[in-house]
């Protein structure tokens, strides 16, 4: 038996793309979120960063209406990090924290406000490590009240939020985290919020504790989840950065092209798994110009893609090409075809490609009616024997290049 979703984690799937956010103190240095770490900062250099820590340049309408141009669904965002310092008021709980520098906005609030307005959900991304304070090493379990209570003042203040997105259990694999306590607190206080906690690098779609609402691919590729005699239905997501850091990075300049995203995208919903794209903020809050093309140019394929992206769920049709697939929604079909040539005049355009047109389909039921591609609603030929569908997929016509293109395919 497979157990079905339950409300909260159906929607996140169908949520399908989200945007991760990573910002904090460390933005400052521009070297990664782990500067501090890796680079043994001096308390007094990072020190600095806090002092000078304004986010003038955050907008939080403007992210959220650039993630929802990009075609994304949801925000997860870094409330606080590794280093300790949180993005909200922590109500006295530790003076490491938004309020007590020159920044003095509670910016947890206005990004949730912001996604709100624009129906889009607000996830909050939570440390469990946390490399600065004492009682992390020196008395355990009085850290993980502190960290109940911190989480504890993000699921009372700020409305109803999408969930919460936990990191850093695997820094003490053996500890006891807790966890009872820390999630039975959450569904108390936010029965409708996700619980997803970071397995990490290693433990890629590890499933743990039963409140876990979904597995984590950090930097990977979903595989298809066996839910066969699982006690609940557990989601998938990926998550992955734009370039080889997750905080702001200015000399890494190893940026992942659109085509390598939209493929990692069209992989994600292929096994029915959310995709989770990084961007880092720069010091003060604001977007980076590359950041922001890059999203431009994902956004006008999800643009083409949205009738099925989102909604369409996997299915057990075989495509002829490993890459493509098809998902099912309501009763139609959505065949993902990859690698298709650009068109054009012989030996006039450089980019002309010829490959085999001819596609198939296995595993069909019912009769097909008509197929056409999403992108200019051109009507593709076919012929259907029995369970076995062939279609002739030809490219892109000279002008246009969606790297993964969509074809619908109605049923009769
Ligand atoms: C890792 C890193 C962290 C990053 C996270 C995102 O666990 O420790 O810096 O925030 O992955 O998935």
């Not at 159906?10 to 990664?32: K, P, T, V």
């Not at 409140?211 to 590729?221: C, L, R």
């Not at 595993?363 to 259907?384: A, P, R, Y």
């Amino acid at each position: 038996m497979i157990p079905k979703p339950e409300k909260r984690i159906a929607e996140f799937e169908n949520r399908g793309f989200g945007m991760f956010i990573h910002w904090g103190l460390y933005s400052s240095l521009a070297q990664g979120e782990w500067t501090l770490n890796i680079h043994k900062i001096p308390e007094a250099q990072y020190r600095k960063c806090f002092e000078q820590f304004s986010a003038k340049d955050f907008d939080a309408k403007q992210i959220v209406k650039l993630a929802k141009q990009a075609g994304m669904k949801y925000i997860t965002l870094t409330t606080r990090h590794h280093d300790g310092f949180s993005l909200y008021d922590t109500r006295g709980l530790s003076e490491y924290d938004v309020m007590h520098c020159p920044c003095q906005r509670d910016l947890v609030k206005e990004f949730v406000e912001a996604c709100r307005e624009e129906d889009i959900l607000p996830m909050l991304y939570h440390t469990t490590l946390d490399w600065v304070h004492p009682d992390f090493d020196a008395n355990f379990d009085r850290y993980l009240e502190y960290l109940r209570q911190s989480v504890e003042i993000l699921c009372t203040h700020y409305g109803k939020i999408g969930g919460l997105w936990f990191d850093g259990n695997w820094s003490k694999r053996d500890a006891d985290w807790k966890l009872d306590e820390l999630y039975g607190m959450i569904h108390r206080l936010q029965p409708d919020a996700m619980i997803i906690n970071n397995t990490g690098l290693s433990e890629q779609g590890k499933t743990g504790h039963p409140e876990i609402d979904s597995v984590t691919f950090e930097q990977g590729q979903a595989t298809v989840m066996n839910r066969e005699g699982m006690s609940k239905y557990v989601t998938a997501e990926m998550c992955q950065t734009m370039n080889r850091h997750w905080g702001i990075a200015e000399r890494d300049i190893d940026y992942k092209s659109p085509r390598q995203m939209i493929e990692r995208l069209c992989h994600a919903r292929k096994v029915g798994a959310n995709y989770l794209l990084n961007i880092g903020l720069t010091a003060q809050g604001g977007v980076m110009k590359m950041t922001e093309a890059l999203l431009e140019m994902i956004g006008i394929w999800c643009d083409m893609a949205k009738e099925s992206l989102y909604e369409g769920k996997p299915c057990e049709l075989v495509c002829s090409n490993e890459k493509d697939f098809v998902l099912k929604k309501g009763k139609d079909y959505f065949v993902y075809v990859h690698d298709l040539p650009m068109l054009g005049p012989k030996d006039v355009v450089a980019a002309y490609e010829s490959t085999d047109e001819n596609h198939t389909i296995s595993g069909f039921q019912g009769k097909v009616k008509s197929i056409h591609w999403l992108d200019n609603e051109e009507e593709l030929l076919f012929h259907q024997d029995q369970d076995v569908l062939s279609y002739r997929a030809v490219g892109f016509l000279y002008g246009s290049q969606y790297i993964v293109r969509i074809a619908k395919i109605e049923m009769q």
